[in-house]
C-alpha cells in the first residue's frame, strides 16, 4: 500500500511538472494611442525579445493633470479569421478596484500587472506610469483557454472621455504531447 502512495506521488509531481511545460504565453504585439496629447503622453509601448520564448512589455506614459474618475472598458477577443467578437467586455472603476478589488476576470488580469507596474495606490493618478518587464508566464494562475491568439483591448476613460488605448495580443499554446 505504501509503495502504490509512492508511485502515486512521483507520477503527481511529474505529470504536474509536464504540465507546465506544456502551457506556453507568448506576447506577440503591442499597441498603444493616445487621443488627448494634452492630458496623457505615452513615452514608450514596446515589446523586447529576452530569449525565444519569453517577450516583455514596457509601457512609460506621463498624465498632465490629475485623474480621479477612471474607468477602463477591456475586451477579449480570440483571432479566427480576424479578431472574432468579443469573449468578455467588462467596465471596471478603476479607483474603486484600487481600493478593493471587486471583479474575478478585472483580479486576474490585475494580478498579472501589479508588480511590474508603479500603481500601486489609489486616485489620483499623475505623474509617469509605468511598467516594466510585465511577462505572461504559465505560473500566473489565469483561466483556461483554448489554444489560439488572443488580444486584450483596453480603452481608458479619464471623466467619462476616452483618453488612450492599449492593445496586447498573445499566443496561448496548450501542447500537452
Not at 51 to 61: E, G, L, M, Y
Not at 107 to 115: S, T
Not at 153 to 162: D, E, I, K
Request: with cysteine; charged share 20%; aromatic share 16%.
Amino acid at each position: 500500500m505504501r509503495n502504490t502512495l509512492n508511485v502515486f506521488g512521483i507520477l503527481a509531481i511529474f505529470f504536474t511538472w509536464r504540465l507546465c511545460d506544456s502551457i506556453t504565453y507568448k506576447l506577440t504585439n503591442v499597441k498603444c494611442e493616445s487621443f488627448n496629447k494634452s492630458w496623457v503622453t505615452i513615452n514608450e509601448c514596446r515589446l523586447k525579445a529576452i530569449s525565444r520564448n519569453k517577450t516583455i512589455f514596457n509601457f512609460n506614459a506621463t498624465f498632465h493633470h490629475p485623474a480621479s474618475h477612471i474607468y477602463l472598458d477591456y475586451e477579449l477577443l480570440k483571432r479566427e479569421s480576424g479578431y472574432k467578437p468579443w469573449l468578455y467586455k467588462k467596465r471596471v472603476d478603476c479607483c474603486r478596484f484600487l481600493r478593493k478589488p471587486y471583479d474575478a476576470l478585472s483580479i486576474l488580469i490585475w494580478n498579472i500587472y501589479k508588480d511590474v507596474s508603479n500603481l500601486n495606490h489609489t486616485c489620483p493618478f499623475t505623474g509617469d506610469i509605468l511598467i516594466k518587464g510585465m511577462y505572461l508566464s504559465s505560473q500566473k494562475k489565469t483561466l483556461p483557454f483554448p489554444t489560439g491568439e488572443y488580444m486584450l483591448q483596453m480603452s481608458w476613460l479619464f471623466y467619462r472621455q476616452v483618453q488612450f488605448v492599449t492593445n496586447v495580443s498573445y499566443q496561448f499554446i496548450e501542447s500537452l504531447f
